[in-house]
């Protein structure tokens, strides 16, 4: 058996480690993406909420400044 089988066999124990690797990885990888997909849709939320303020400043009839009786 050569160095590097020796070295992924893992002493018998690869069906276990190899996995633990991997779910560490996946884990690893949400973790960083996580923040990165949220602020986009943070950012996508404000838009769509500052695009219907301003549409409803629009269609809204301008106030007057003198209160009628």
């Excluded at 050569?2 to 996995?19: C, D, E, I, K, N």
């Amino acid at each position: 058996m050569s160095a590097l089988q020796h070295f992924l066999a893992m002493g018998g124990y690869a069906a276990y480690v190899w996995p633990a690797y991997a779910v560490f990885f996946v884990v690893l990888i949400a973790d960083s993406a996580a923040p990165q997909l949220r602020r986009r849709r943070i950012l996508r939320e404000l838009h769509g909420r500052l695009a219907r303020q301003a549409a409803r400043a629009r269609r809204a009839p301008p106030s007057s400044a003198t209160p009628t009786p």
